[in-house]
């Protein structure tokens, strides 16, 4: 079993699987009122240097659920935010938590934490990588279809932190992902290259086989045949001053009932939110009968609890 969740291609299949699974356990524990303290006594310290809605409340709320608690860390009230290292942060909050998750820019900062803590540490969003949302996701995906092998998932705008763990989720989970990003912002090199060293090697926890990904230039290319759209913002968290430029050169990468037309006949909708409607996704495309971008939100809680417990207790 791995220590962490910093990136979905390091998470070891049997423990991707394993997740996924008792994430739909545990919302049907949920939703029948038995829930078990699972964490009682444990704690998660969560730093954020970006800002967050559904993460930061899935976690807490998870924690809490599960008879645990967690802790909010932002660095305008900590010492992280007047300098303190990472390796002394690692260190010390390890004597006081059993898990720490962290929001910030750069990856190397999580597998730093990572590498210095003695306690699971858990990627919650760098600007290359958002494992967490993509576990929330594929539940989302095989709570609709009943499976995730041999799905097709349509990726349209931004190769950014979502396209990157998308692509690693759906390699390890059998769906084909194509990709219509503007050139020039295509997903991260080393994930695309990583997805195709494994084409079409076959041996995850008995899975037959693993997903392929393909990118093109034009949304539709990509719509074509796809079960599930899913879209992110144009501009990210930390990309404010590209916004106005992004916005022109994004213009047409967006979902709407158009490219819904494209998509097989019962496709859905997913977005990770915030969403900006109008930008990347139509207030029609959000609302309509196609979006399941609510049940993908909720499903953060879920997945994150079964994440929680596997991290935690093993
Ligand atoms: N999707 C997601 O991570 O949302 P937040 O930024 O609100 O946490
Ligand atoms: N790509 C977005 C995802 C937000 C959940 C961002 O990094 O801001």
Redesign the pocket.
């Known amino acids: 079993m791995t220590k962490d969740l910093l990136t979905l291609a390091s998470f070891p299949d049997k423990d991707f699987f394993k997740v996924l699974e008792r994430a739909e356990t545990l919302k049907a524990v949920r939703a029948g009122g038995e829930e078990r303290f699972t964490l009682k006594g444990r704690s998660l310290a969560m730093i954020f240097e970006k800002?967050?809605?559904?993460?930061?409340v899935s976690f807490e709320a998870g924690m809490s659920q599960l008879g645990g608690h967690a802790i909010f860390l932002s660095p305008a009230d900590t010492q992280i935010g007047r300098g303190e290292e990472i390796r002394d942060t690692a260190r010390v909050l390890s004597r006081y938590v059993d898990a720490i998750m962290v929001r910030t820019y750069s990856q190397e900062s999580v597998e730093e934490m990572a590498e210095y803590a003695s306690v699971p540490v858990i990627n919650g969003?760098t600007d290359k990588h958002?494992p967490c949302?993509v576990l929330a996701d594929l539940l989302t995906i095989k709570e609709r279809f009943g499976r995730l092998e041999g799905l097709r998932l349509a990726y349209v705008g931004d190769g950014n932190n979502m396209a990157n763990s998308l692509i690693e989720g759906c390699v390890k989970a059998g769906i084909d992902i194509s990709l219509a990003c503007p050139e020039g912002y295509d997903p991260d090199p080393g994930v695309l290259a990583w997805a195709k060293a494994g084409q079409p090697a076959a041996k995850g926890a008995g899975r037959a086989k693993k997903g392929k990904v393909s990118l093109v230039r034009e949304p539709q290319a990509a719509a074509e045949g796809a079960d599930i759209l899913y879209t992110d913002v144009w501009a990210s968290m930390g990309q404010e001053s590209e916004k106005t430029a992004r916005r022109k050169r994004f213009k047409g990468f967006q979902i709407n009932g158009k490219l819904i037309g494209k998509a097989n006949p019962g496709c859905i909708v997913l977005h990770?939110?915030?969403a900006h409607r109008g930008e990347e996704i139509t207030d029609e495309a959000m609302e309509g009968v196609n979006s399941a971008v609510f049940d993908q939100a909720e499903n953060r809680l879920h997945a994150q609890k079964a994440l929680l417990e596997l991290l935690i207790t093993g």
Request: net charge positive.
């Open positions: 800002s967050s809605t559904r993460t930061r969003l958002h949302q990770c939110l915030p």
